[in-house]
T-cell receptor, first 113, second 113 residues
Framework: NAGVTQTPKFRILKIGQSMTLQCTQD?????MYWYRQDPGMGLKLIYY???????DKGEVPNGYNVSRSTTEDFPLRLELAAPSQTSVYFC????????????FGPGTRLTVL | DQQVKQNSPSLSVQEGRISILNCDYT??????FLWYKKYPAEGPTFLIS?????DKNEDGRFTVFLNKSAKHLSLHIVPSQPGDSAVYFC????????????FGQGTTLQVKP
């Protein structure tokens, strides 16, 4: 099992550009999450999904969009990138029986200049 | 409005001694608490959890204590090992059945040989 994989590992965007952060898990987990971690801060939930076709906002959803067309994939879309979106983005997944014990991907480090 | 706080950004202990990491929360609706461990350039990994109906949970060298009246939890690592050097995040959740977690800012633990 590869677990949770994220691409790309690093990315530099210019202000106003758009991009999609990819997340895939091979554990057949229903629950998936996107977090961002700013320097010296904890993780903040951006969006989450409790199953294919179902998504909902977390603490900091503004400037982002998600979709969940399959169990495996949960891409995060950034439209009109802003410097405030410079952060490390983590995708995570969990099993329905232990939803809080989340498995995290290695992260994507995004810089917006 | 930070609902989960880790007031010590860093902690340094000698190998073999006890490490005590602390976490405070403000929301009395939280009923499940977790600790995650994070190495540089990796995603967090689940370490240990505790339900609000318990005051202690133990897993090998790791023990989590919960004091609901004080809204305080702590993670004890005994004995500490150099490989335990990492950032430790506490996280909390209410009974939403969505897996949504609120994270603290993290404490960097350094275990010196």
């Amino acid at each position: 099992n590869a677990g949770v994989t994220q691409t790309p590992k690093f990315r530099i965007l210019k202000i106003g550009q758009s991009m999609t952060l990819q997340c895939t898990q091979d554990m057949n987990h229903n629950y998936m999450y996107w977090y961002r971690q700013d320097p010296g801060m904890g993780l903040k939930l951006i969006y989450y999904s409790v199953g294919a076709g179902i998504t909902d906002k977390g603490e900091v959803p503004n400037g982002y969009n998600v979709s969940r067309s399959t169990t495996e994939d949960f891409p995060l879309r950034l439209e009109l990138a802003a410097p405030s979106q410079t952060s490390v983005y983590f995708c995570a997944s969990s099993h329905g029986g232990t939803i809080y014990e989340q498995f995290f991907g290695p992260g994507t480090r995004l810089t917006v200049l | 409005d930070q609902q989960v706080k880790q007031n010590s950004p860093s902690l340094s202990v000698q190998e073999g001694r006890i490490s005590i990491l602390n976490c405070d929360y403000t929301n009395s609706m939280f009923d499940y608490f977790l600790w995650y461990k994070k190495y540089p350039a990796e995603g967090p990994t689940f370490l240990i959890s505790i339900s609000s109906i318990k005051d202690k949970n133990e897993d090998g060298r790791f023990t989590v204590f919960l004091n609901k009246s004080a809204k305080h939890l702590s993670l004890h690592i005994v004995p500490s090992q150099p490989g335990d050097s990492a950032v430790y995040f506490c996280a909390a959740s209410g009974s939403s059945n969505t897996g949504k977690l609120i994270f603290g800012q993290g404490t960097t633990l350094q275990v010196k040989p």
